[in-house]
């Protein structure tokens, strides 16, 4: 092959693999899938080396290299873009210079809704998530407003330096204080699970969940270090929660983990749906992605929902991360312009590993005997989910191949 081709492909797939990191993708399914492009691009001996900050390739042993760094994170509508790059390269039907072409201006693309349906997505979501962990009347609405004071704050960091290094910290001291303002006046109850609500969108535990699967697939740079970094954030969510609780003087009747069901049954089913509508406003994904985001949604909430019945949280989280990633798998089989990736992903907020893991961390600061036990139990639903993941990729990749031969 031409040198200059070489080089073009070379810097193509650095750039494509930069972009599948930043989606949130995790790092051993970007060496695997980058290797099947190259593969279709000539070049079968392709090494790949990816981590959760930037991107090693070369297309044979010996050769030359490159290094692509991750510009932070992309949206939905940005990921859905990057897989059908992928999956038109890999086929054969996309040239190498329209496709870097598309990858370069893939930033530059508007965001799909308007700014103050974006801005709206952030209380919506935190309803949503308001009326699956803490379904009360006064908690929704005081979710409804964390939801507004959140994206205020994010806004903020967008712009000012500081604020972006201290928004876990600044939000969860700014929503906990009137979360827990409005306990002590007696205007609703369970402040402390009220105030995950509106925090849950920044929550790390889509990170923490990725770095486990990515440890169990034996990607143990990137896994410890999205681990580590998840923890650094969770840590710094529980500073700002604990600084409200000392300024006010919080009681202990109001940290205890309690559960306020107000609404009835309807409340988890509707839950979902704004969560998956929040998501698409907030994340510029279209409308047509909501009905499979939706079933994959359901099934993992159902399957977790059914194994906390049979035996608890652990099995909970392991039946609910096999039916999402299943589930995506076999949707974006069945509809392959549905990135598999983009359709999972509201699945994680869901299942809420982080407000769990901020949960842990707070009740460790305020009782530590009862903290370590809520983490220890944290963890292990971390890692049941992560092999969830991991075992429900398997399966549906196998059940594929099956198929496919018969």
């Known amino acids: ?129 308001a009326m699956l962990l803490q379904p009360g009347w006064a908690n929704t609405a005081a979710a409804a407003i964390g939801g507004v004071v959140v994206m205020l704050l994010v806004k903020l960091a967008g712009r000012v330096r500081v604020a972006a290094t201290l928004l876990p910290t600044l939000a969860a001291f700014v929503v906990s204080t009137g979360v827990f303002a409005a306990a002590q006046a007696g205007l609703l109850d369970g402040p402390l699970r009220t105030l995950l609500a509106p925090l849950a969108v920044l929550l790390p535990g889509a990170l923490m969940v990725t770095g486990m699967s990515e440890l169990a697939a034996g990607a143990m740079v990137a896994g410890s270090a999205r681990l580590t970094f998840g923890t650094v954030q969770l840590l710094m969510f529980s500073l700002g929660v604990l600084s409200a609780t000392a300024i006010l003087g919080v009681g202990p009747e109001l940290l205890v983990n ?94 809420v590993p982080g407000s769990l893991g901020l949960l842990s961390v707070t009740s460790l600061g305020i009782d530590p005997g009862q903290g370590a036990r809520t983490a220890i139990g944290v963890a292990a639903v971390i890692c049941a989910l992560a092999l969830g993941l991991l075992f429900g990729t398997a399966l549906a990749q196998a059940a594929l191949g099956r198929l496919r031969r018969m």
Do not use: K
């Open 1 to 129: 092959m031409q040198p200059d081709r070489a080089d073009e492909h070379r810097r193509l797939l650095a750039y494509l693999g930069a972009a599948m990191i930043a989606g949130g993708q995790p790092v051993h399914e970007v060496e695997q899938e980058l290797r099947a492009v190259a593969t279709a691009l000539g070049h079968p001996l392709a090494q790949v080396g990816a981590t959760p900050t930037g991107l090693t390739l070369t297309l044979e042993p010996g050769a030359g290299a490159t290094f692509e760094a991750i510009d932070g994170p992309l949206r939905m509508d940005h990921s859905a873009e990057v897989a059908h790059i992928r999956r038109e390269l890999a086929a054969g039907t996309l040239a190498p210079a329209e496709a870097f072409g598309r990858l370069g201006a893939l930033r530059s693309l508007p965001h799909r809704y308007p700014q103050w349906v974006q801005d709206l997505s952030w209380p919506v979501i935190a309803v949503g998530i």
């Open 258 to 351: 309690h559960r306020v069901n107000e609404l009835g049954w309807w409340a988890p089913p509707v839950g979902l749906l704004v969560v998956c509508v929040g998501v698409c406003l907030n994340e510029g994904a279209s409308m047509r992605l909501l009905p499979p985001i939706v079933a994959v949604v359901l099934a993992a909430f159902g399957a977790q929902l059914a194994g906390q019945a049979l035996s608890g949280v652990v099995l909970g989280g392991f039946l609910g991360g096999i039916a999402g990633s299943l589930g995506a798998t076999l949707v974006a089989a069945v509809r392959p312009t549905l990135p598999r990736l983009v359709v999972f992903l509201p699945a994680f907020w869901v299942l």
